[in-house]
């Protein structure tokens, strides 16, 4: 994927945007990636992929309180590492 810093989308707009066209393009801020450029095509298509639900804790199985309490502990421990 193709990576440009914030000063740099400023300063070069035009090749930053003619990048994204190809694919993602990172924009990272002080070494840290911290936004992704895609066109509205490639943000529709994620974005229509992306199936969503959404459950009542007292309906969820332990098997699947489980994987949603693993998933925010690796969401903290991410959190945690980039501070």
Do not use: C, H, W
């Not at 066109?39 to 309180?65: C, H, I, K, P």
């Not at 690796?74 to 959190?79: F, K, N, W």
């Amino acid at each position: 994927m193709t990576s440009f810093t914030l000063t740099e989308l400023g300063n070069r707009s035009g090749e930053v945007v003619e990048a994204a066209y190809r694919g993602p393009v990172d924009i990272t801020k002080r070494g840290k990636r911290r936004f992704v450029l895609l066109t509205a095509e490639q943000f529709d298509r994620l974005t229509r992929s992306t199936a969503q639900r959404s459950y009542r804790v007292e309906d969820l199985t332990g098997a699947e309180r489980d994987e949603i309490l693993a998933g925010l502990d690796a969401v903290a421990r991410e959190a945690t590492q980039d501070d």
